[in-house]
């Protein structure tokens, strides 16, 4: 499901909410029509968060596009197995 590196997407992590409002609207800045939110287990409030910021606040030219919702089986560091939830937020520019 998750492909190699893109440089269209936004991987949020635990980085401060504006980190990421500012990524998503410089690749929109450099030319990006599209740009994809990307989140996964406690991150993916803060990935809607990011979204809503940006379409509601500062770039009202903006939309969802779609919305991916799925799971990943992650290993931690002692072998053990687990399914995280993950999200997707695919925002473009409105014509």
Do not use: H, W
Request: charge should be positive; charged fraction near 30%.
């Amino acid at each position: 499901m998750v492909e190699p590196y893109q440089t269209n997407v936004v991987l949020v992590g635990r980085k401060d909410l504006m980190n990421y409002v500012l990524a998503v609207i410089r690749l929109f800045n450099d030319g990006a029509e599209e740009v994809i939110i990307r989140a996964r287990g406690m991150n993916i409030c803060k990935a809607v968060d990011v979204a809503e910021n940006v379409k509601n606040l500062f770039m009202k030219n903006t939309e969802v596009a779609g919305v991916n919702i799925y799971s990943e089986e992650l290993e931690d560091p002692s072998g053990k197995k687990k399914r995280v939830s993950a999200i997707e937020i695919k925002l473009v520019k409105k014509q």
